[in-house]
């Protein structure tokens, strides 16, 4: 099982740990610091972050890095599916289109609209970047 943080310095800190031949209960000791710095810490994903390493470390888990996702929405757009957001297939066959958020492909996970931040900025610039063009009858 693998378990998914967003600490970056606490998954550096992870690896760095995981290196060491050394047993399970001193790798978890090298942790204090973040014990420190996450005790008066209002921001209750850290501490989750922190036990849910130490879990891991005692359970034999895999710990990764996860990024945070971002949706791009379509203001102004609504259709039957509700709010319209920037989507694409999940096997990358096609480009990007805009669905509805309750779209029954979107709940079975053959459709994201969820992106990482730099493709977020990506097709945020390419959205502005659109044109209007005449149409001839």
């Given amino acids: 099982m693998t378990v998914k943080i967003l600490d970056k310095e606490l998954f550096k800190m992870y690896q760095t740990v995981m290196g060491e031949n050394i047993s399970d209960w001193k790798r978890i000791a090298k942790f204090y610091k973040f014990i420190d710095k996450y005790v008066d810490d209002e921001t209750i994903s850290n501490r989750d972050d922190l036990a849910s390493v130490i879990d891991a470390i005692l359970n034999h888990k895999t710990v990764k890095l996860s990024a945070p996702m971002y949706r791009l929405k379509m203001n102004g757009m609504v259709g ?22 309750r779209n029954p492909r979107v709940d079975r996970g053959a459709i ?26």
């Fill in 80 to 101: 039957n599916d509700g709010q319209q957001y920037v989507s694409r297939r999940v096997d990358d066959r096609g480009g990007y289109f805009i669905c509805g958020v």
């Fill in 112 to 137: 994201t609209q969820q992106f990482t931040r730099d493709e977020a900025e990506f097709l945020k610039d390419l959205l502005n970047n659109s044109s209007i063009q005449s149409v001839e009858e």
